[in-house]
């Protein structure tokens, strides 16, 4: 009796013995063991999300040009006489010396007198906004209803069609700007980079994946326009004061605050204050931090993305 109640009970711990085995291996699978290459899971790149209203901007077709006996400055301090400028596919492809040979084919022509620069890249301009000649129908360049505005877009009140543009281009040598909402508000809105073409729509002139930016006065502009309907701000502390609230209160979309992927951390939100003499930094004591652009100019930042593709 006592031996079949051992051999019993031997039977009974074998079958746990057999069923543990497994278990205790799955346990040993998941035990952390050393890492791997392999099984290191890969991060999947963040989707792009799509920017609302794009751009549609495509170049007109053009011809091989080459201008020669022009005088050309090149932007960088340099100048040659009588040079040589090739145009292919709407854009300067090479610049040379009077004893560049041109191929056959090629349309040309003669620049004697005449000279050739670099295009001008208008980096605080309000054409569109405020068409040349003024209507009132047209003077859409400033929100003012609030001292803070950063919600509307200069983009959604450009007029393609004014007049201003071609005359920017023709007497001006302009070809790419940067339409900012007016000065009456600290914070005015979202801007836009244009390229300077004729187009039906404003994303027909958006400059292609160009960065964004927001106005931002700080100075006479908002005190005077808010102080005459007898509000705040009416000075400068005024100024300051509504900034900081607004700030604080978080009433700034995250959404209209801009970023350069390309030349900023992305992830790095910054805030700027414009004024005649350039681009400042905006402290915030009261927040406990200061926001600023660590000497980093969106203006900068605007021409060095249109100079790199063009």
């Known amino acids: 009796m006592q031996k079949k109640r051992q051999h019993k009970h031997m039977k009974s711990n074998l079958r746990w ?153 023709a007497n001006g040598g302009v070809t790419a700007l940067q339409i900012l909402p007016g000065s009456a508000n600290l914070m005015g809105g979202r801007s836009v980079v244009l390229k300077n073409v004729y187009a039906r729509t404003v994303q027909g002139m958006k400059f292609p994946d160009a960065p964004y930016g927001m106005k931002m006065a700080c ?24 900034t900081v609230e607004d700030v604080t209160a978080d009433k700034i979309p995250r959404t209209v605050l801009f970023r350069f992927p390309d030349s900023v951390d992305s992830s790095h939100w910054r805030f700027f204050a414009w004024a005649q003499d350039g681009v400042h930094a905006l402290t915030l004591p009261a927040i406990g931090q200061s926001v600023g652009i660590d000497s980093y100019d969106i203006s900068k930042a605007v021409m060095d993305y249109v100079k790199k593709q063009k």
């Open 17 to 169: 013995s057999i069923v543990a085995a497994p278990l205790a291996l799955m346990a040993c699978s998941n035990a952390e063991g050393p890492k791997t290459a392999s099984a290191t899971p890969v991060a999947k790149p963040a989707e792009k999300v799509p920017a609302p209203f794009p751009s549609t901007y495509k170049a007109y077709p053009g011809v091989a040009t080459a201008i020669r006996n022009v005088t050309v400055y090149d932007g960088e301090g340099g100048k040659i006489d009588n040079g040589v400028v090739f145009i292919t596919a709407g854009k300067i492809s090479s610049v040379g010396g009077p004893e560049t040979a041109i191929p056959a084919g090629v349309m040309v022509i003669d620049g004697t007198c005449k000279f050739v620069t670099p295009g001008i890249i208008d980096i605080h301009s309000h054409l569109g906004d405020y068409p040349t000649p003024s209507v009132e129908a047209n003077s859409d360049g400033n929100e003012a209803t609030s001292p803070t505005t950063p919600e509307v877009w200069a983009e959604h009140s450009v007029w393609p069609q004014d007049p201003g543009f071609s005359r920017a281009l």
């Open 219 to 242: 100075g006479e502009n908002p005190k005077r326009v808010y102080g005459s309907k007898g509000r705040m701000p009416s000075t400068r502390m005024g100024n300051i004061a509504v």
